[in-house]
Every structure is written in C-alpha cells, then in structure tokens.
C-alpha cells in the first residue's frame, strides 16, 4: 500500500467561500499566536514548548475563546503541528549546516497557505464521484462543496489539506492505495535533461530519438507579466486598485505553473510509457542554480548571465521533473536509473573512449581526439546509458540479463550492452 496525493478544485457558494475565509483566518490566528508563545517561553523561562505541550493548551484556549471553539479541534492540532515541523527543520538546518537556519516567522493571511484535516469523517467527508471524477466535500460548519477534477487513482482516503491560492480553494486528498502497474516501453534510453532542449534521449542501439523541445514558458510570457508588475509596483499600498493588479499577475504566475505541470506529466508519462529503462543524472537544482554574485570581498563574474541562465533553469523545473518519473516509473514498470553525475561527469566524457575534457557552456558539439562527434546533450545521455547498462550487468539484473540475448529492451543481440572490460572507465 502506497500514499498517493488527489487534488481537485472547490467550487464554494458565497456563504461558503466567506465561511472558509474565517476558517482560514482562525487557523493563521492560531499559527501565530502558537509561534509567539514558543517565543515568549523561550525567552522568559528558557523553556522549549513541544507539539504536545501545545495540544494540551489547546483544550483551555477553546474552552476560553468561542471562536475558536467553532473550528474542528483536530484541524487546528494539524496547524499545531504545521509550526512543529517549522521548528524542527529550523533546529535541523541550524545544526547540520551552521548557517542562517531560516527561524519561524509570523504569517500574514496571504501568506497563510490554508488548514488541514486528520481522519475522514472527523469534521470533513469527501464524497467521490465515479471513478474518482469530480466529487463532493461536507465540511464542518462549512457544509457541502463542489470538488471536481479527475484522479488518476482511487484508494481509502486518510487526510486533507484544503490550501487557498489567488482567489481560489484547492483540495489535496491523501489516499492509500495498491499502485496498479500499467504496461510500459521495451526499448532503454538515456536522458540528459537541458535548456536548449528539454530533454535530449540517446538509445541503446547506438542512435537517438528527436529531443523534446522546451517550451520556454516563461520567455514567451515574460513581457506581459513584466507589464502586470510594473502596474502592480505604480499602485497605493492598502488601496482595492492594488488588490486588483495583484490578482492579475497572480493568475499570469498561475496560468504559467499550471501550463508547467501540465508538460512536465505529459513528457513524463510519454517517456515512463516508451521505455523499460531510463539513465538519468542526479541533479542538483540548488548548486545549478546558485548566485555569481560572490561576495564584497570577492565579486562575481558574469552576475546577469547566471541570472538568466537560473531563470532558464528554474523555468524547465528539473526537480519536479525527476520527482514524476520516480513515482510513474514503477507503475509502468520501467526501470529508472539516476547516474551519479560527480563521479560519471556525463557532459565531460566521451561515450566511446571514455576521456573526459572540461567544455564551456557555449560548446554545444562534443568532439573528442578519437574521432567521435556528436551533439554534447546527446553524447552526455549516450554515457549515463552505458553506466546503467554495464552496472546492471555486472549485478546481474534481470533486465541486463535480456538485453544481452534478445530485442525486448531495444538491444540487438550484436550490440550488448558494454562490459567493464570494454570499458573500464566506467567502473
């Protein structure tokens, strides 16, 4: 059984969006006044307050404050629970990394994401409808809202977050569930995630697939969203026109993210359906996108070029991407392979003989003394291929196996994966 994530849109009346409003408010009230009393213990007493010092204060704030009596108890222990984990991860970033840790910090209500709910039935029941399309969620002093969207897989449902963005409220199911294995590809294919293209696929017989082209979302969208902020930053501070103009670049923000998504399932789907093996890099979004900008001392290079590079980057959401196929892949029965880039250094060597060569970024060709040219994308897949062809021969998978002795994985009989003794580089 495995904990998947359903998400689907409300649709609330008037009355109802106004009572989800004041629900939200309570929570973010309870947040904040939670984060200052572990402030105000710690300074006075040097006293750490724990998540079920919290809870049991909890019944006295209700018993004393009718408004927050009306809230289901234990949604506002989920938001307690919410600003438990803040601290954990402050105390943990504080001691691992010894450096600015990122402290807890009181939330305004736009930047208070939403609430949650424990059990089903405890204050909350969703009502799906057939094959899980669309649905209906009954809400405790709430009552019955619209929920559509579609989900991919249906389960005993455990727990929600109801979570507002823009205007709008969304509702994240988590269910429980046996993953139904869906039928996937039999050819094996490296992938060398990129900017110029999104994604370029080296095949095991020694060719390579058409690259999936990036749609460069945000370049294209970029001078209408500049326009929305620049009249967003002419607006009075508190003023209605102000709201307004922040509605609108918040849908531009929206329409781009949803349009990201969109692409980003659709790709992962596609490949996760096509192959039985992938080889992938590990990649690393936070040192890719790290600032030039240096210190005082010692100032960057380049400082707008990296700027826009990391736009570019962040644009393609590589993270995101590698989280979808580590979840399709084993529904669909394909084998997903992450390479380790420090030790490989896949866009620095050649696939055919193995030496590894510093290129710029500019360097777009890979051409090596012995003789073998190739698109530097292509050749980058081609060696994260390899490494996973010839580490699962040498462990003796039973998907190396195949490959060595028939097509079901896209490998002629006379073109074997590699060997270690073919090329030990790859050791």
């Known amino acids: 059984m495995e904990r998947r994530k359903i998400t689907y849109r409300l649709y609330p009346s008037r009355s109802q969006a106004a009572a989800l409003a004041a629900l939200l408010r309570s929570h973010q009230q309870l947040y904040n006044a939670a984060l200052e009393q572990r402030i105000d213990a710690y300074r006075r007493r040097g006293v750490s307050l724990s998540y079920q010092d919290q809870c049991k204060e909890l019944t006295d704030l209700r018993r004393e404050c009718p408004e927050f009596a009306q809230a289901n108890c234990s949604s506002?222990?989920?938001?307690?629970?919410?600003?438990d984990i803040a601290f954990q991860a402050f105390f943990r970033r504080a001691a691992e990394r010894g450096e600015r840790a990122g402290f807890p910090r009181f939330k305004s209500l736009d930047a208070f994401p939403g609430f949650g709910f424990k059990s089903h039935g405890d204050g909350w029941r969703f009502t799906p409808g057939q094959n899980w399309k669309h649905g209906t969620l009954r809400l405790q002093g709430v009552g019955t809202v619209t929920a559509r969207g579609q989900a991919r897989q249906g389960?005993?449902?455990?727990?929600?977050?109801?979570?507002?963005?823009?205007?709008?409220?969304?509702?994240s199911l988590t269910v429980e569930c046996d993953v139904i294995e869906r039928q996937g590809g039999t050819?094996?294919?490296?992938?060398?995630?990129?900017?110029?293209?999104?994604?370029?696929?080296?095949?095991?017989?020694?060719?390579?697939?058409?690259?999936?082209?990036?749609?460069?979302r945000?370049?294209?969208?970029?001078?209408?969203?500049?326009?929305?902020?620049?009249?967003l930053a002419r607006k009075k501070r508190g003023g209605k026109n102000r709201q307004r103009a922040r509605k609108v670049v918040g849908k531009l923000h929206r329409q781009l993210a949803n349009q990201r998504k969109e692409f980003l399932h659709q790709t992962s789907a596609a490949l996760v359906t096509a192959y039985a093996l992938i080889a992938t890099e590990e990649l690393s979004v936070?040192?890719?996108?790290?600032?030039a900008k240096g210190t005082a001392e010692q100032?960057?290079?380049?400082?707008?070029?990296?700027?826009?590079?990391?736009?570019?980057?962040?644009?393609?959401?590589?993270?995101?991407?590698?989280?979808?196929?580590r979840y399709k892949a084993p529904e669909a029965g394909t084998l997903l392979i992450e390479v380790p880039t420090r030790k490989l250094k896949p866009s620095q060597r050649c696939p055919d003989c193995g030496r590894i060569e510093k290129k710029r970024l500019s360097q777009r060709v890979h051409a090596c003394p012995c003789g073998h040219v190739e698109p530097r994308d292509n050749a980058s897949a081609r060696v994260a291929l390899d490494y996973a062809l010839t580490h699962l021969a040498s462990?003796?998978?039973?998907?190396?196996?195949?490959?060595?002795?028939?097509?079901?994985?896209?490998?002629?009989?006379?073109?074997?994966?590699?060997?270690?003794?073919?090329?030990?580089?790859?050791?």
């Open 155 to 171: 389960g005993a449902i455990k727990s929600c977050e109801l979570t507002h963005k823009n205007g709008q409220w969304w509702l």
């Open 395 to 427: 462990t003796g998978q039973e998907l190396a196996r195949q490959a060595e002795t028939s097509t079901d994985i896209g490998l002629p009989a006379a073109e074997t994966p590699s060997t270690d003794a073919q090329r030990p580089w790859l050791e």
């Open 286 to 291: 936070k040192n890719m996108t790290g600032s």
């Open 76 to 83: 506002q222990q989920r938001t307690l629970r919410r600003l």
């Open 187 to 216: 050819a094996a294919c490296g992938l060398d995630w990129g900017v110029e293209h999104f994604a370029s696929i080296a095949l095991a017989n020694g060719g390579s697939a058409e690259p999936i082209a990036n749609p460069r």
């Open 218 to 231: 945000v370049r294209k969208a970029a001078k209408k969203l500049r326009a929305a902020q620049r009249a």
């Open 299 to 325: 100032p960057g290079r380049n400082v707008k070029a990296k700027a826009g590079l990391n736009r570019e980057i962040l644009d393609t959401a590589p993270g995101a991407f590698l989280g979808m196929l």
